[in-house]
């Protein structure tokens, strides 16, 4: 049996006729960008996050980088952001001039940690920058309540959190703004890069729409120094098939998971994913952690079973970041975790069957 981690066709297969509908709706019109199938889609995600706003922009690193834009967070200004992560999360805060502050995670979620992030503010921090990582979201009531008391902006990363709750408030609606990605294998992806930012914040919303069309919304009237960032026509129209999926899918990948945490419970040095009774996740990724990492994913390999490693490397020791003299040691935690984490297949479209058979190879190798 192969079983991929990832393979997008059968998402395809399943809506096949809405999308190649869609594609068809949207050459005919002969309207691409920054028209109808955009403005019904900016609706209907707001609808379904909780928020007044969405607004449509082109990848989920702008989405984040034109929420600090807009919120004039620039040169001189810190952002507290995770220590382990995606580093798309840093360069956001890094291409508006400000400065990202690694944070150590909760050990048990890997999310930013509230009490951690307490004492890196400083007087020039002016926002928190959490990932719902793996598509559990971070402690936002802890998180909130210490933006709170020290007047900082909330800006969640919501790229692998589409439909996650948190206290049964939806992800992308648990901060100030959110900057979500539909890169395509994301929980809600589109067939090329596409993102979004979310907020009820109307200035804020108003001021993000100018900023990802060159700072203009009525044309040739160019209000602030803005950046091209548009959500295409084609992109919204085929989110707009796939976003009635996104719970089912999500609820596939629940079921999965629970298999996943029965059938690994107790086996080995392996470490499973950690819910806290407030948190709803949906599942973007399982990661496991192990010591013997190498070994298990050439186990599984050897049996035709796809893992991946989110993320090897942390961003603090990435090339990105040489300039900034941070070094091997500086984030323990953050170092740890790159060299144990481990992803296992998990898709709406994967099947119980291949879970179970995921489960009986990684027992085999703990056995040996
Ligand atoms: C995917 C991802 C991004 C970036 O999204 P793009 O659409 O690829 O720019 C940012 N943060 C996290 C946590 C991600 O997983």
């Known amino acids: 049996m192969k079983i991929p981690i990832l393979d997008l066709k059968p998402a395809t297969a399943e809506l096949r006729a809405e999308l190649d509908a869609a594609y068809r709706r949207v050459m005919d019109s002969g309207w691409f960008l920054l028209g109808p199938e955009l403005e019904a889609f900016e609706r209907e995600y707001a609808a379904n996050v909780g928020t007044t706003h969405c607004i449509g922009v082109a990848n989920g690193l702008e989405a984040l980088q034109l929420v600090l834009m807009a919120r004039g967070i620039g040169p001189g200004d810190e952002v507290i952001v995770p220590a382990h992560g995606y580093i798309a999360t840093w360069l956001a805060v890094t291409h508006v001039g400000a400065k990202p502050v690694p944070c150590e995670c909760d050990e048990a979620t890997y999310n930013l940690d509230a009490g951690r992030a307490a004492g890196l503010i ?9 990932i719902h990582l793996y598509g559990q979201t971070a402690d936002m009531t802890a998180l909130n309540a210490l933006a709170a008391k020290h007047g900082l902006f909330v ?6 959190s589409h439909g996650a709750l948190c206290q049964g408030r939806a992800s992308g609606a648990l ?5 979500i990605s539909f890169y395509p294998s994301k929980n809600l992806g589109a067939l090329a890069d596409a993102g979004a930012v979310t ?3 109307p200035v804020l919303a108003d001021k993000i729409r100018h900023l990802r069309n060159y ?9 602030y120094p803005g950046m091209n960032s548009r959500l295409d026509e084609m992109q919204a129209a085929f989110l707009r098939v796939k976003l009635p999926h996104l719970a089912a899918w999500n609820r596939r990948r629940r079921d999965l998971a629970a298999r996943y945490l029965q059938g690994l419970a107790g086996v080995g040095d392996l470490v499973l994913p950690h819910v806290p009774a407030w948190a709803e996740p949906v599942w973007h990724l399982f990661v496991v952690r192990t010591g013997h990492r190498a070994a298990l994913q050439k186990h599984l390999e050897a049996h035709g079973i796809g893992t991946q490693v989110h993320y090897p490397v942390p961003p603090h020791l990435s090339g990105a970041y040489r300039a900034s003299g941070w070094k091997r040691g500086d984030f323990p935690l953050a170092e740890k975790l790159a060299d144990e984490v481990l992803s296992l297949p998990i898709g709406p479209h994967h099947t119980g069957a291949q879970v179970d058979e995921v489960c009986a190879r990684i027992r085999e190798f703990y056995r040996k």
Do not use: I, M
């Open 215 to 223: 700072g203009s919304k009525v044309r040739y009237q160019n209000e």
């Open 122 to 130: 400083t007087p020039r921090t002016r926002a928190l920058l959490p």
């Open 155 to 160: 800006l969640e990363d919501g790229a692998q």
């Open 175 to 179: 901060g100030h703004a959110a900057g």
């Open 199 to 201: 907020t009820s914040d």
